[in-house]
C-alpha cells in the first residue's frame, strides 16, 4: 500500500468522496467511482503479482519479492514521460541509424508487388466465425495484464459467449476494410530499469501492453497467415521458430 502509484489514487480517491457528498451531483460520484475503480484495479493487481511469486516453487522468485516488498528502491524514477515516449519511439531509426520509411512509400512498394503466378492460391483474409472468436479467447491467459482499455482477460473471458457476435462482427468489418481499430493500437508503456537505480533512458527498457481485444484480433489474422504458409510451402522444413510441430531436439539440431 506504500506504492507511490497507490497512495496518489488514495488521495484522489479521498478528495473524489468528499466532494461527490459535498455537491450529491452525478458527475461528482461519477468521477469518485472511476477513481475507486482504478484503485481497486492497482491493489488487486499487486496483490495478484505478489502472491503468485510468494506460492511459486522456485525460491529465487519468492526471495526476489520478498526484497522488493522489504527494501523498496531508494531512487524512484524520474523520467519526463513525453521524452521517454519520444525516445522509445524513435528507438529503431536510432539503432539503424536511419529514418522512418514514409507510409506513402510502403503502400507504393506493396501496390507494385509481382501478381500470383498462374494456378498459384492468393492469400486473402477470411470473415472469422464465433467458433474461432471463442477458441482464441479460450486459450488467452487469465493473468494477463490490462492494456489502456482496462478490461481484464479474465473478465472477456466470463462474458465471451455473450460478446461473440457482436466482437466478431467488428473484426469480420475490419478485414473487409483492411482497418485495424485505432483505439487497439494504444498501448499502455511501462518502463523498466535494466539496472539499478538508472540515471539515463537508455538504461530503461520498454514494455508495452496492448488491449486484449487487440491480441485476439491478431491471433485470429495470425493462424490463417500461418495455414497458408503451411499449405503452400512458403518456409523451409528447418525453419521452426514460432511454428507448432517445428521445435528441433538436440539430436536433429
Known sequence: MKNPLIEELQKKRNAARF????????????EFRLVRNKLKSATTAQKAFI???LYSNKSREVWKV????????????RFDPDELNDFFA?????????????IEDLMCLIA????VPSGGMHFQLSPVTS????QVIKNLLSDCSTGADQIPTRFLKLVAECLAVPLRSIINHCIAKDYFPKQWKIARVSPVPKIDN??????LQPF???PVLSKVFEKLVAIQMTNYADHVHLLHDRISAFRKGHSLSLDES
Open 19 to 30: 466532494t461527490a457528498h459535498q455537491t450529491s451531483t452525478y458527475a461528482a460520484w461519477h
Open 51 to 53: 502472491e503468485k511469486a
Open 66 to 77: 520478498i526484497h522488493r516488498v522489504l527494501k523498496p528502491s531508494a531512487r524512484p524514477l
Open 90 to 102: 524513435k528507438t529503431a531509426q536510432r539503432t539503424l541509424e536511419t529514418q522512418a520509411t514514409p
Open 112 to 115: 507494385n508487388l509481382p501478381d
Open 131 to 134: 467458433e474461432n472468436f471463442l
Open 198 to 203: 538508472p540515471v539515463s533512458k537508455d538504461q
Open 208 to 210: 508495452s501492453v496492448l
